[in-house]
């Protein structure tokens, strides 16, 4: 099992930054990838950036060159530095972390924190 916990979530405005982080605890010694999601209202939950254990990551087209995702896999902490933050950033963000099993893979969740932009 593996628990996560998120932090850093709030309201500011418009071009402005924030940063998020995620702590794991637990069975942390076989997650392989972390990643951020979030979820707007009304919206399905989608993927925002994610990070393997040897610190590839991938970005949505919508937050490449304003987000930055990084993991100290020491610590099992991932973060999240938000730039040039936008109205439609608004969402809640969760934080994801998927450790391998036989035949797949098991996906673990946070409960999420809260980002506001206003405009």
């Known amino acids: 099992q593996v628990q996560l916990v998120e932090s850093g979530g709030g309201l500011v405005q418009a071009g402005g930054s924030l940063r998020l982080s995620c702590v794991a605890s637990g069975n942390i010694f076989n997650i392989k990838t972390m990643a951020w999601y979030r979820q707007a209202a009304g919206k399905q939950r989608e993927l925002v950036a994610g990070?393997?254990?040897?610190?590839?990551?991938n970005y949505s087209d919508s937050v490449k060159g304003r987000f930055t995702v990084s993991r100290a896999n020491a610590k099992a902490t991932m973060s999240m530095q938000m730039n040039m933050l936008k109205p439609e950033d608004t969402a809640v963000y969760y934080c994801?972390?998927?450790?391998?099993?036989?035949?797949?893979?098991?996906?673990?969740w946070g409960k999420g924190t809260l980002v506001t932009v206003s405009s």
């Open positions: 994801n972390a998927e450790t391998p099993t036989y035949g797949g893979v098991i996906n673990y």
């Open positions: 990070i393997t254990s040897d610190g590839t990551t």
